[in-house]
């Protein structure tokens, strides 16, 4: 053993060499200085027992210091441009640095190692490493203080548990080890680059360099989190924060990551895309910096929360679900912009509000629901993709509406459009429920509303420009159509939904049902013994309906009618229009009232029969 004691120092006049091959080496309670900056190294060797140093280079700083044992023990070795490297599982005598620049921050350094880690006897002394723009290599950290790392590429291959961890380089970081890290204030790292093999608990996480996943990584922090440059890796990555999470950079977009999720907190987001190879869910409410594209490359996308900002937000889940919150919800100053979801199935399970023309497309090949809040649109609304569309809510679209699906009805629902057209696919309602359409710019384009076997409540129509409309059918719900309608097929009214005995509802048309040229639609109009008012022209001379059915109780004419084919007219009371002409058929008109009066012009081919009951 070699034990060196003395109260005033060694000063190094040469390089310096102590070897210990039976023993420990010993010269903590002595400082060791060198005689000209970086003039003298020291080497310290014990192959069996343990290697302590104490103070060395403070005063005037040596050149390489190089200690090896089966354990060692420091506190402060500064070098002048001379490489410190520490074998044997190291121990912290007091707060330590490790400087190799003689605390020159612009001075290039030397390497430091400690590839066996390092450890605190007591007290939670901290460690400083600063190696210049040269390298430092770091094993496991263990019960430290403070841990602050200055250095070029530095690596650490153990997990860290700490005070806090403060780490800046002018080059890459490596974490090559998957032992977490954990430390309870602060974890900051700056860099060109960090790879991140474990997962960081701490107060607050800073991390300002682009991330490679080397595997699965959580990232946690009681506080708040910002990570300002990309992550990418094929692995998971977890994010969890006591207040906001700040994502200033693309996520995916080198490598995919095979999952993303975000459990708690809130999220700053200012990424243009976020792509995965899996799952992407995103709990808590979003606050957009930046337009962003959210692709899973098929696996599922969730967002829980309230998104808001200016921005627009596109979604791919492929032919994976996309469940998602609200957008915009809070306030108008919060309202997003464009919104695009791709997807099997698509819930959209809270309020949507877009400004500044946002638009929503929705492309879903299984169900679409909107069942849980309204949307309201400053562009307009497209669905497509092949999927029913499940829906309850009202919308309403400064723009056009578009559902090229099936849309099955589970509610009363209000759609409206401002300067674009609305256009539906068939409406199948799973409930005698009111139905409204507006287009107060546009026309109405849809194709059967309700059926015998599943009719609709009321129903209300009104739009700018014609309108092609398919049968209305409705339960006892009333009928009232404001817009100009053109029709090529057979084309029902009816209030009964079929039933003969029912009392049905009042019907309206308010403006004029045209014909398609070549067309000889059968038009027939049932309210039951409820009211039929019919204001428009029916067909014309030159493009008249097929035939022309008409039942109710009071049965009101207020213009002409033609046809090619019969015109049958029976109502409890009748009021004609100016000109009945069926061109190829016969006229029948029955009921109370139904003598005609002055003026009434009746033409037909076939007979005209009157009978007043």
Same mark, same amino acid.
């Given at each position: 053993?070699?034990?060196?004691?003395?109260?005033?120092? !060694?000063?190094?006049?040469?390089?310096?060499?102590?070897?210990?091959?039976?023993?420990?080496?010993?010269?903590?309670?002595?400082?060791?200085?060198?005689?000209?900056?970086?003039?003298?190294?020291?080497?310290?060797?014990?192959?069996?027992?343990?290697?302590?140093?104490?103070?060395?280079?403070?005063?005037?700083?040596?050149?390489?210091?190089?200690?090896?044992?089966?354990?060692?023990?420091?506190?402060?070795?500064?070098?002048?441009?001379?490489?410190?490297? !520490?074998?044997?599982?190291? =121990?912290?005598?007091?707060?330590?640095?490790?400087?190799?620049?003689?605390?020159?921050?612009?001075?290039?350094?030397?390497?430091?190692?400690?590839?066996?880690? !390092?450890?605190?006897?007591?007290?939670?002394?901290?460690?400083?490493? *600063?190696?210049?723009?040269?390298?430092?290599?770091?094993?496991?950290?263990?019960?430290?203080?403070?841990?602050?790392?200055?250095? +070029?590429?530095?690596?650490?291959?153990?997990?860290?548990?700490?005070?806090?961890?403060?780490?800046?380089?002018?080059?890459?970081?490596?974490?090559?080890?998957? *032992? $977490?890290?954990?430390?309870?204030?602060?974890?900051?790292?700056?860099?060109?680059?960090?790879?991140?093999?474990?997962?960081?608990?701490?107060?607050?996480?800073?991390? =300002?360099?682009?991330?490679?996943?080397?595997?699965?990584?959580?990232?946690?922090?009681?506080?708040?989190?910002?990570?300002?440059?990309?992550?990418? +890796?094929?692995?998971?990555?977890?994010?969890?924060?006591?207040?906001?999470?700040?994502?200033?950079?693309?996520?995916?977009?080198?490598?995919?990551?095979?999952?993303?999720?975000?459990?708690?907190?809130?999220?700053?987001?200012?990424?243009?895309?976020?792509?995965?190879?899996?799952?992407?869910?995103?709990?808590?409410?979003?606050?957009?910096?930046?337009?962003?594209?959210?692709?899973?490359?098929?696996?599922?996308?969730?967002?829980?929360? *309230?998104?808001? +900002?200016?921005?627009?937000?596109?979604?791919?889940?492929?032919?994976?679900? !996309?469940?998602?919150?609200?957008?915009?919800?809070?306030?108008?100053?919060?309202?997003?912009?464009?919104?695009?979801?791709?997807?099997?199935?698509? %819930?959209?399970?809270?309020?949507?509000?877009?400004a500044s023309e946002g638009n929503l497309t929705i492309q879903n090949s299984s169900t679409l629901s909107i069942e849980e809040a309204s949307i309201s649109l400053a562009g307009s609304l497209s669905q497509s993709g092949g999927g029913g569309v499940s829906l309850s809510q009202n919308i309403s679209a400064s723009g056009g509406i578009s559902f090229s699906d099936t849309i099955n009805v589970k509610g009363?629902?209000?759609?409206?459009?401002?300067?674009?057209?609305?256009?539906?696919?068939?409406?199948?309602?799973?409930?005698?429920?009111?139905?409204?359409?507006?287009?107060?710019?546009?026309?109405?384009?849809?194709?059967?509303?309700?059926?015998?076997?599943?009719?609709?409540?009321?129903?209300?129509?009104?739009?700018?420009?014609?309108? *092609?409309?398919?049968?209305?059918?409705?339960?006892?719900?009333?009928?009232?159509?404001?817009?100009?309608?053109?029709?090529?097929?057979?084309?029902?009214?009816?209030?009964?939904?079929?039933?003969?005995?029912?009392?049905?509802?009042?019907?309206?048309?308010?403006?004029?049902?045209?014909? =398609?040229?070549?067309?000889?639609?059968?038009?027939?109009?049932?309210?039951?013994?409820?009211?039929?008012?019919?204001?428009?022209?029916?067909?014309?001379?030159?493009?008249?309906?097929?035939?022309? %059915?008409?039942?109710?109780?009071?049965?009101?004419?207020?213009? %002409?009618?033609?046809?090619?084919?019969?015109?049958?007219?029976?109502?409890?009371?009748?009021?004609?229009?100016?000109?009945?002409?069926?061109?190829?058929?016969?006229?029948?008109?029955?009921?109370?009232?139904?003598?005609?009066?002055?003026?009434?012009?009746?033409? $037909?081919?076939?007979?005209?029969?009157?009978?007043?009951?």
């Amino acid at each position: 053993a070699i034990n060196m004691s003395s109260m005033y120092g !060694v000063d190094l006049a040469c390089d310096a060499s102590l070897t210990s091959t039976s023993g420990a080496l010993n010269l903590g309670a002595t400082s060791v200085n060198g005689t000209s900056s970086g003039g003298q190294s020291l080497t310290l060797e014990s192959s069996v027992d343990k290697v302590t140093l104490g103070s060395c280079g403070t005063v005037a700083p040596l050149g390489a210091v190089a200690l090896t044992g089966a354990s060692t023990a420091f506190s402060t070795i500064v070098t002048s441009a001379g490489s410190i490297d !520490v074998s044997g599982s190291a =121990e912290l005598l007091l707060d330590a640095r490790l400087d190799t620049t003689n605390g020159v921050s612009d001075l290039s350094g030397a390497s430091i190692s400690l590839p066996d880690g !390092v450890s605190s006897s007591s007290d939670l002394h901290g460690l400083t490493c *600063d190696a210049g723009s040269s390298s430092i290599t770091l094993g496991a950290v263990d019960g430290l203080g403070l841990v602050t790392l200055i250095g +070029g590429a530095i690596e650490s291959s153990g997990g860290i548990k700490a005070l806090g961890a403060l780490i800046e380089a002018s080059g890459a970081v490596t974490f090559s080890s998957s *032992d $977490a890290i954990v430390v309870s204030d602060d974890f900051s790292a700056t860099a060109q680059s960090v790879s991140l093999s474990p997962s960081i608990t701490a107060t607050n996480i800073d991390i =300002e360099a682009p991330i490679t996943l080397t595997s699965t990584v959580s990232l946690s922090a009681t506080d708040a989190m910002t990570l300002l440059s990309s992550v990418d +890796g094929a692995y998971g990555c977890t994010l969890n924060g006591g207040s906001d999470i700040t994502l200033n950079a693309d996520i995916g977009t080198l490598q995919r990551l095979t999952s993303f999720s975000v459990p708690s907190t809130g999220i700053v987001f200012k990424p243009k895309n976020l792509y995965t190879s899996g799952p992407i869910s995103l709990t808590p409410d979003i606050v957009l910096r930046e337009s962003i594209s959210v692709s899973s490359n098929g696996g599922a996308i969730t967002l829980e929360g *309230d998104v808001t +900002g200016l921005y627009s937000m596109f979604f791919d889940a492929g032919s994976s679900e !996309v469940l998602v919150g609200s957008f915009g919800s809070r306030s108008q100053s919060s309202f997003v912009n464009s919104l695009s979801f791709k997807g099997g199935k698509v %819930t959209l399970g809270g309020e949507i509000s877009t400004a500044s023309e946002g638009n929503l497309t929705i492309q879903n090949s299984s169900t679409l629901s909107i069942e849980e809040a309204s949307i309201s649109l400053a562009g307009s609304l497209s669905q497509s993709g092949g999927g029913g569309v499940s829906l309850s809510q009202n919308i309403s679209a400064s723009g056009g509406i578009s559902f090229s699906d099936t849309i099955n009805v589970k509610g009363p629902v209000n759609l409206s459009s401002g300067s674009g057209d609305l256009v539906l696919s068939t409406v199948n309602p799973e409930g005698v429920f009111a139905l409204s359409l507006l287009s107060a710019g546009g026309a109405i384009t849809a194709q059967n509303l309700g059926s015998n076997a599943a009719p609709l409540g009321a129903v209300s129509l009104g739009a700018f420009s014609p309108s *092609d409309i398919g049968n209305i059918i409705t339960q006892n719900g009333s009928i009232d159509v404001d817009a100009q309608l053109r029709v090529s097929s057979d084309f029902t009214l009816d209030s009964t939904a079929g039933n003969t005995s029912a009392p049905g509802a009042s019907i309206s048309l308010r403006q004029d049902l045209q014909v =398609e040229s070549g067309a000889t639609p059968t038009v027939t109009v049932t309210a039951g013994s409820s009211e039929v008012r019919l204001e428009g022209t029916i067909g014309t001379s030159t493009d008249p309906v097929g035939a022309l %059915t008409v039942s109710g109780g009071s049965v009101v004419f207020l213009d %002409t009618v033609a046809a090619s084919g019969d015109l049958t007219l029976t109502g409890e009371s009748l009021t004609y229009s100016p000109s009945f002409l069926s061109k190829n058929g016969a006229i029948e008109i029955s009921g109370a009232g139904a003598l005609p009066e002055q003026g009434s012009t009746f033409q $037909a081919l076939g007979d005209i029969q009157i009978d007043s009951v």
